[in-house]
């Protein structure tokens, strides 16, 4: 959510890099963007413009501005309608500091009025010109020490923020701080950098420090300090990350998501890689191995997460109850940290999260461990707030997810649930060795699955272009698939825009059974379960409603084509981890109903990738 970029160094290239930046980082907003360069008089100029980032480009590229030193953002609006005037970077009443942010200022209203009394003056509707100006009024009162106005004033400031910061009267030098949302500091010969996440750094530098909360840096081109609001200086950890340039580009497909849906057999793989081994038929659970005993000793494990790593949580929680019997409750974060959840230090909390960002699922990890219960992360991001937040955690290793709906990175969490619970249920004596060895090569073989499952696309494509044109789509499925259907309907509505919900099957009857018409496409996961026949019940309840349906099926069941309008069939696997198979086909048909619709799936409107606002 909000992209930030900042650069200081010894070349003049400031605004080139600064948009290259802003082009990577463009998936976590995209309402507006724009830089700020303080030019060889020393003054501050701006290129913004509402819209992608190739509108301010392109403004930038007629005057081609040579500068040392620059910030840059990417903005998904939350104070202000997203238009030319509150777009970032935004310059203070003086025009002497302009700022980039991310975050949202809490008492942002309490400021401006102070400053309005004192005779500050508004140009946009953003919490980020109270909060720069605010900034300023401190600077102007406390004797034009720019790193003690800052910090003074950050500590009054309530909320979430990562900022970067050039000004007039200390040129040389780029400011950043963090509290809530993310910032990493990249260290280059001559050169750093400020950014929202690597991606738009790796280009430059392998070498980083992820900032903590409430830490200032100020960098030139040939310093860096850090302090903490206390002004005290800190010791930095410089990390290496592994991120390679390929695994954040297109690699030929027209998409992120198509690229990111097609990577699956290998992502999943990754994310078994060195947990998993046939041979030895063991299975490790890396990251957690600390923890294993608490889990296996936990009144209840309880699951938090938002969208669809909520969703992967569901499906964990029919896991983990049949194989494990420890009770599991499955929570949203923005729920779970607002209702003072009743925990202890027999609980074991689980926190599911691709970004390692999301503000809510953050703040719930340091409830929890306040509350004295263990929390163990499940993410994507390596060195994010929320890996680093939690005691332990595996890391999904699915590779960077770039494509604002989330596909590689819900089958990895599901992946590594699944080798929780067959390690848990093992360790437990919940099953016996000879169903713990056929699980492990259940699971191993599952990246093939996906495989054929892929090779089936042009099938669903043809689906697509049947309800592309429809209004609603209602997705039903049973059991442990409950959570796929509402994750299948998650995909289609955040991309295509076509409205769509996720019920059990049988609560079709219960109410939502009156939006069917004729030719209303209800998709129905109907593999092969202990379930399905009854899930073949409500295939005719609907086909009586003269609805479209459009069954999942695996080649044990694939006699139910008769009975609907068009089917997908799969391979066969066990029904506890079906899940991992059934969705591939509910996010291939999303992408392509979007893509008949001739919208941009990566960049669905209103949305962006790593929510780092409650
Ligand atoms: C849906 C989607 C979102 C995220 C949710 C949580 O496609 O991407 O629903 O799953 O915002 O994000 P993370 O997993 O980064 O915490």
């Known amino acids: ?110 400021l401006k009025q102070i400053l309005l009394e004192k005779g500050y003056e508004f140009n946009t509707d953003t919490d980020t010109e109270v909060l720069i100006n605010y900034i300023e009024e401190i600077y102007n009162k406390s004797g034009s020490n720019f790193e003690n106005a800052l910090s003074t004033a950050l500590r009054q400031i309530r909320g979430a923020f990562a900022i970067a910061i050039i000004n007039k009267k200390t040129p040389k030098y780029l400011y950043g701080a963090r509290r809530g949302s993310p910032l990493v500091v990249g260290i280059a010969e001559k050169k750093f950098f400020l950014a929202s996440d690597a991606s738009p750094i790796i280009k430059y530098t392998n070498d980083v420090i992820y900032l903590k909360d409430n830490e200032i840096v100020k960098v030139s081109s040939e310093n860096l300090k850090i302090t903490n609001l206390k002004k005290e200086k800190i010791n930095p950890e410089i990390k290496k990350i592994e991120l390679k340039i390929e695994e954040i580009e297109k690699g030929g497909f027209d998409s992120f998501m198509l690229k990111e849906i097609m990577e699956q057999p290998k992502s999943i793989k990754r994310s078994m890689l060195g947990r998993i081994n046939v041979n030895t038929k063991s299975l490790f659970i890396n990251g957690i191995n600390d923890y294993v005993n608490k889990l296996l000793n936990a009144r209840r494990i309880i699951i938090v997460g938002c969208g669809t790593s909520w969703h992967a949580g569901l499906v964990a929680e029919y896991f983990f109850e049949k194989y494990t019997r420890i009770p599991v409750e499955v929570e949203y974060a923005s729920e779970f940290r607002y209702r003072n959840p009743i925990l202890n230090s027999n609980d074991v909390v689980f926190f599911i999260s691709q970004s390692g960002e999301t503000a809510d699922t953050l703040e719930s990890v340091k409830i929890t461990k306040k509350k004295g219960a263990t929390a163990l992360g499940i993410v994507n991001s390596v060195g994010s707030s929320i890996a680093r937040a939690t005691d332990e955690g595996c890391y999904l290793h699915a590779g960077p997810e770039i494509g604002v709906a989330s596909t590689k990175a819900f089958t990895s969490q599901l992946i590594i649930l699944f080798m929780i619970g067959v390690r848990l249920a093992r360790r437990l004596d919940k099953i016996k060795e000879k169903k713990y060895v056929e699980m492990i090569y259940q699971l191993d073989n599952i990246p093939k699955l996906v495989k054929e499952i892929l090779k089936k696309k042009n099938i669903i494509k043809n689906i697509a272009k049947i309800i592309y044109k429809k209004k609603s789509c209602l997705y039903m499925a049973r059991g442990t698939n409950y959570p796929v259907g509402l994750e299948g309907a ?37 593999t092969r379960s202990d379930e399905y026949e009854k899930t073949i019940a409500n295939i005719e309840e609907v086909k009586a409603r003269k609805a479209m349906v459009i069954a999942i099926l695996d080649s044990k069941n694939k006699h139910v084509s008769k009975m609907v309008d068009h089917s997908i069939v799969i391979p066969q696997i066990k029904n506890d981890f079906s899940p991992i198979l059934n969705i591939i086909p509910l996010q291939l048909l999303a992408y392509y109903v979007t893509k008949y619709k001739g919208l941009d799936v990566d960049k669905p409107r209103n949305l962006a990738k790593s929510v780092t606002v409650e």
């Open 1 to 110: 959510m909000c992209g930030i970029i900042a650069y200081v160094g010894d070349k003049p290239s400031a605004g080139k890099i600064l948009f290259k930046g802003l082009h990577a980082l463009e998936y976590r907003g995209y309402d507006s963007s724009g830089i700020a360069l303080l030019n060889e008089r020393n003054n501050i100029k701006v290129f913004k413009k509402k819209g992608i980032v190739k509108l301010a480009e392109k403004k930038f590229l007629k005057e081609k501005l040579n500068s040392n030193i620059g910030i840059g953002h990417t903005r998904w609006a939350t104070h202000g309608e997203p238009n030319n005037k509150n777009s970032h970077p935004i310059l203070s009443y003086s025009k002497n500091f302009a700022i980039v942010h991310n975050g949202i200022i809490e008492n942002y209203s309490s």
């Open 490 to 526: 998650l995909k289609l509505k955040e991309i295509s825009y076509i409205h769509a919900e996720g019920y059990p099957a049988a609560e079709l009857k219960h109410g939502p059974i009156a939006l069917l018409e004729k030719g209303t496409p209800v998709i129905v996961i109907c």
